[in-house]
T-cell receptor, first 116, second 110 residues
């Protein structure tokens, strides 16, 4: 079974631009979550989607948004990029058939975003 | 407000000995706890989990202990191997929302 796939792996943008990151979950997983990882801050939760609906949201500004499609694939968008948005963005999926609660997150390898 | 804390940024252990990684949490509503391992340039890999109704779970060389009264979680790796060298994150969840610690970098010395 293929794992979580994130594209692109690396991205360089300049301040003020916007960016869209893509995530394909493990086949059969219906929940997709996004996390930001920066040095010393661990993994900060951005949002979670389940069946195309945002189910949970972290404490990030409105410049960070996401969506999920009917095939469970998800995209995350960051508008008006700031230098502080430079980070590793991780996507995770969970909730295979019959697993709707207390199932582990499975992560992709992330997209490394650098804002200059 | 960091609800899950890993107070040791790094740990070094001799090959063959036990590695003990610790994690504390503040939210008594957490009901599911996990450990992840992360190598550079890769995403975190799920290692082992435990439900709040248990106090111990084993999987091969990895054992997770949960002390609910102390709000403390630990991961034991026995015996430690050089390939275990990585960053370890603990996580806790409630209602499908997960909270992660800041990680402990484990180095296993051959």
């Amino acid at each position: 079974k293929a794992g979580v796939t994130q594209t692109p792996r690396y991205l360089i943008k300049t301040r003020g631009q916007q960016v869209t990151l893509s995530c394909s979950p493990i086949s059969g997983h219906r929940s997709v979550s996004w996390y930001q990882q920066t040095p010393g801050q661990g993994l900060q939760f951005l949002f979670e989607y389940f069946s195309e609906t945002q189910r949970n949201k972290g404490n990030f500004p409105g410049r960070f948004s996401g969506r999920q499609f009917s095939n469970s694939r998800s995209e995350m968008n960051v508008s008006t990029l700031e230098l502080g948005d430079s980070a590793l963005y991780l996507c995770a999926s969970s909730g295979g058939l019959g697993q709707t609660y207390n199932s582990p997150l499975h992560f992709g390898n992330g997209t490394r975003l650098t804002v200059t | 407000d960091q609800q899950v804390k890993q107070n040791s940024p790094s740990l070094s252990v001799q090959e063959g000995r036990i590695s003990i990684l610790n994690c504390d949490y503040t939210n008594s509503m957490f009901d599911y706890f996990l450990w992840y391992k992360k190598y550079p340039a890769e995403g975190p890999t799920f290692l082992i989990s435990i439900s709040s109704i248990k106090d111990k779970n084993e999987d091969g060389r990895f054992t997770v202990f949960l002390n609910k009264s102390a709000k403390h979680l630990s991961l034991h790796i026995v015996p430690s191997q050089p390939g275990d060298s990585a960053v370890y994150f603990c996580a806790a969840s409630v209602g499908n929302q997960f909270y992660f610690g800041t990680g402990t970098s484990l180095t296993v010395i051959p």
